[in-house]
């Protein structure tokens, strides 16, 4: 009987000089089929494509990396007091991975933290990456940046707030979303409109307030600084928030949060006071994370495209090669039951 043919079941597994050999080209050209390399022809592609499909060829992780010099993995590092923000950018980095066939190693840290640095450089020496994307507030990390080029690690920044010109990165327009948020209130006959902070170490936080305070301009009304309340992207903050806007002797008829977490707490408050939403209070948000359907009322809010920005970063750093590329993906207001006119 004869054996089992190599990488059937059964048999011993097939080898990259196998697969070679059957294709009738180097095994240097299998590498760079594998590795997805450019300076192959498409018909030598297909046939050793081909053979690694007969062969049912999986190459050996570590032996790609010795080989190559390539971990075959990046990393995302990422700071953000939101859970369902984090998802998405997980979800997207993970979407482009898959079909890069890369691992995705994703590193929770604290950005403020003085041994942020040494976080970093621990995760590039233990785990070799061939990249990294980094998320708000990380990417503005001066030291982390510092490291990762003094190591010659490539990485895409998303939502950078200083030295643009330093990365390739992915952004939205922060600043015009809000101003569009803040105007969409404005248009039902709001005048007086409570907006809550982000967490301080994100440049988004401020971009938000920025075009918050630009539509109050244009539309001719003064900005009060009582109106505006600190937040920290996360549930609580936004009960905080809500609680001292509703304590004012005038409160808002409108309240804007930074994102769909605060703007959440902000709802239960609202509740907990009898209020009805929207009749005696509208309530906005950013993001438009699943969240931001699931409450009741259905919440106005900007849909920010996170998911898509964190695929758009994984892109660049596997297609860019160094190029620093800047790409601004589009935001969309997104009307729900939350937002009225004002009372009376």
């Known amino acids: 009987m004869a054996p089992p043919k190599k990488g059937s079941l059964g048999a011993d ?53 010795l080989a190559g010099k390539r971990s075959h993995q990046i990393a995302l590092i990422y700071d953000n007091h939101s859970p369902h923000y984090i998802y998405q950018i997980q979800t997207g980095v993970w979407t482009r991975c898959v079909e ?8 929770p840290c604290d950005a403020a933290s ?7 450089r621990a995760l590039i020496d233990q785990t070799r990456v061939d990249g990294v994307v980094l998320s708000s507030p990380v990417t503005d990390v001066a030291a982390v940046l510092e490291e990762l080029e003094l190591r010659g690690v490539p990485y ?4 950078p707030g200083t030295e643009h010109e330093r990365s390739a990165s992915v952004s939205m327009d922060d600043a015009q979303a809000a101003d569009e948020m803040t105007m969409h209130l404005l ?51 936004g009960e905080a928030a809500a609680d001292a806007l509703l304590d004012l002797p005038n409160p808002p008829t ?14 239960t408050v609202a509740h907990r006071r009898g ?38 970063a994984a892109g660049l750093l ?14 969309e207001l997104v009307l729900r039951g939350s937002t009225a006119p004002p009372p009376g």
């Not at 890069?100 to 590193?107: D, H, P």
Request: proline share 7%.
């Open 114 to 120: 003085p041994d942020l640095e040494a976080e970093v």
């Open 318 to 331: 596997f297609d860019a090669e160094g190029e620093i590329i800047h790409r601004r993906l589009p935001h």
């Open 187 to 237: 248009s039902l006959g709001h005048r007086r409109i409570g907006f809550i902070l982000g967490h301080p170490n994100h440049a988004a936080s401020d971009l938000r307030l920025y075009g918050y305070r630009r539509a109050l301009d244009r539309a001719g009304l003064p900005f009060e600084p009582k109106y505006v309340r600190p937040g920290l992207f996360d549930f609580a903050s």
């Open 275 to 312: 209020l009805s939403l929207p009749r005696d209070l509208s309530i906005t948000g950013f993001d438009d994370t699943p969240l931001a359907s699931q409450l009741w009322p259905p919440l106005t809010t900007v849909r920010q495209p996170t998911r898509d920005l964190a695929y758009a």
């Open 254 to 267: 409108a309240i804007f949060a930074s994102n769909d977490d605060m703007a959440a707490g902000v709802m």
């Open 156 to 159: 895409v920044r998303i939502s």
């Open 13 to 65: 597994p097939a080898t990259m000089k196998d697969v070679a050999e059957a294709a009738g080209v180097s095994m240097k050209t299998v590498s760079r089929v594998l590795n997805r390399e450019r300076y192959v022809s498409d018909e030598t592609r297909q046939r050793v494509e081909a053979a690694i499909a007969e062969f049912n060829f999986h190459p050996s992780a570590a032996a790609r990396t």
């Open 100 to 107: 890069e066939r890369v691992r995705l190693l994703a590193q």
